[in-house]
């Protein structure tokens, strides 16, 4: 089973830096495509940013040139720099991790969210 652990969110003035982190336990880390979403109040999840195993990485275009997404294999974690931090990027952002569909297992996992808030 694999087990994903969001940290690093709060509150931040409008301009101002968070960095999210993603701990992942169980499953074979190293495989995983990694990401994040994130859910307003009233909408649904959106994707953020993901990375796959080789470290190719995609953005949503209203966060590119400002997040930036990585990964440590070592540490089976994800992280997501966020700069520039704009009022509507206050949401919950969520950690999510799949395998591939070469590596045949299905399926995908989410953290329990932690809570970014930007105030303007």
């Known amino acids: 089973q694999v087990q994903l652990v969001e940290s690093g969110g709060g509150l931040v003035q409008g301009g101002g830096s968070l960095r999210l982190s993603c701990a992942a336990s169980?499953?074979?880390?190293?495989?995983?495509?990694m990401g994040w979403y994130r859910q307003a109040p009233g909408n649904q999840r959106d994707v953020v940013a993901t990375i796959t195993s080789a470290g190719i990485t995609s953005y949503a275009d209203s966060v590119k040139g400002r997040f930036t997404i990585s990964r440590d294999n070592a540490k089976n974690a994800v992280y997501l720099q966020m700069n520039s931090l704009k009022a509507e990027d206050t949401a919950v952002y969520y950690c999510?991790?799949?395998?591939?569909?070469?590596?045949?297992?299905?399926?995908?996992?989410w953290g329990q969210g932690t809570q970014v808030t930007v105030s303007s």
């Open positions: 169980g499953g074979i880390f190293s495989r995983f495509i």
């Open positions: 999510n991790s799949k395998y591939p569909s070469w590596v045949g297992i299905p399926g995908e996992y």
